[in-house]
């Protein structure tokens, strides 16, 4: 347990396998998240959590509050062609770019989606995402 404390810091200290609150196994999936998040950041520079999934297979994901307050939300649908289109939309200024594949009427639709649900990606990206933020 020493090397991964020295590799991944204070996200290991609150789950104890020994804590009567979930036992063994959650702290080896906490061992996995840590080594898969700290994996992500050194390889894309933020994290990103997701956030919906909709009927078309669209994936809505966020990051974490950067210190000037803003959160990056991702969409990403699949094409016909084994691509994907893509949005980039940043919050709160709910600024669009990046934006490649997707209709005007699409993104009219993802515009509304998001200002209904803008306040729940703001504060999930201050916890760590919806399942951190749930306590799964």
């Known amino acids: 347990m020493g090397e991964i404390s020295r590799r991944f810091g204070n996200d290991l200290r ?7 609150k979930g036992g063994i196994v959650d702290f ?5 998240y840590t080594y ?4 992500f950041k050194r390889r894309c520079g933020t994290m990103m959590y997701p956030f919906m999934t909709l009927n078309d297979d669209t994936e809505i994901t966020h990051s974490e509050m950067k210190p000037d ?3 990056k939300v991702y969409i990403e649908t699949p094409d016909d062609n084994g691509g994907f289109f893509n949005a980039t939309c940043y919050l709160p200024s709910y600024r669009w770019e ?4 997707y ?5 009219d639709y ?5 200002h209904n649900n803008a306040h729940l ?3 999930f990206s201050q916890e760590g995402g919806i399942l951190n933020a749930s306590n799964f």
């Open 121 to 123: 990606i703001l504060e």
């Open 28 to 32: 080896f999936l906490a061992i996995i």
């Open 98 to 101: 990046n934006v490649s594949g």
């Open 14 to 20: 609150s789950v104890r396998p020994d804590d009567g």
């Open 69 to 71: 307050g803003q959160v």
């Open 103 to 107: 209709s005007a009427e699409k993104m």
């Open 110 to 114: 993802f515009n509304r989606l998001l």
């Open 36 to 39: 898969l998040k700290v994996l």
